[in-house]
């Protein structure tokens, strides 16, 4: 008899541990799933009409061309021709309706008679270097957004690819001392050594391109939710 009844006693115990068990196991699923929720930051309507206004302000105040066939807008800083004959680093940008977009733009041009064909650009500060190669780019002439180009008075090698790709490229050209970049080729390279207007160029386009991640890449006219 006693037996039995120690037997039932330490069941009794077994089963209240396991009920324990489970229910700190639920306790802490909704403890975690409500930590990964509340991680997430809502941007409030308010935030992004702010940005869409700081987004078209920018724009505006840019050299504009407008496609009345295909009903989209470009913002370059080189105005409706072609780029000057000169090394910049660029940024511009497109709308079409609400959506807008942003593009990052190197310019090499020389009047010499040799090429770099580059297809590697290094960012460098005094501190640190970042590497950029361009992807799927045949021997530094085409491909992967690279072109070259033959004009009067000497010629061109361009990188033109999405303003993402160069972004962590030219923070780093912002935000350091010395600011260079190095153009390199299979068997040459360039160095280019940004100036004042060109740091200043380029934190605008930072801005810019923040303000467009808060507004998802569009110009916010109605109540939307983006989490970041």
Request: charged residues 25%; aromatic residues 12%; proline residues 2%.
């Amino acid at each position: 008899m006693m037996k039995k009844f120690l037997f039932a006693l330490i069941m009794i115990l077994l089963l209240s541990f396991i009920a324990g068990c489970g229910s700190d196991n639920k306790s802490n699923t909704a403890s975690s799933t409500s930590s990964s929720s509340t991680s997430k930051k809502e941007i409030t309507l308010e935030q992004k009409k702010q940005a869409s206004a700081e987004i078209m302000r920018i724009l505006n105040s840019m050299p504009q061309q407008t496609d009345e066939v295909e009903k989209l807008t470009w913002y370059k800083p080189w105005g409706s021709g072609g780029y000057p004959a000169q090394d910049a680093v660029y940024w511009y940008a497109g709308k079409k309706n609400d959506s807008v977009w942003m593009r990052a733009k190197i310019v090499n041009f020389t009047s010499s008679t040799g090429w770099v064909f580059w297809d590697k650009i290094t960012f460098s500060t005094a501190d640190k270097n970042i590497e950029y190669k361009i992807k799927d780019c045949f021997a530094g002439q085409s491909g992967g957004g690279k072109s070259t180009q033959i004009v009067y008075g000497g010629k061109y090698e361009t990188l033109d690819v999405p303003f993402s790709d160069l972004d962590e490229g030219y923070r780093l050209l912002v935000n350091g001392k010395n600011p260079i970049i190095r153009l390199t080729g299979r068997e040459h390279y360039y160095d280019y050594r940004l100036t004042e207007n060109d740091i200043n160029h380029l934190k605008t386009g930072i801005y810019l391109f923040d303000q467009m991640k808060v507004t998802g890449s569009q110009i916010i006219q109605e109540l939307r939710t983006v989490y970041i």
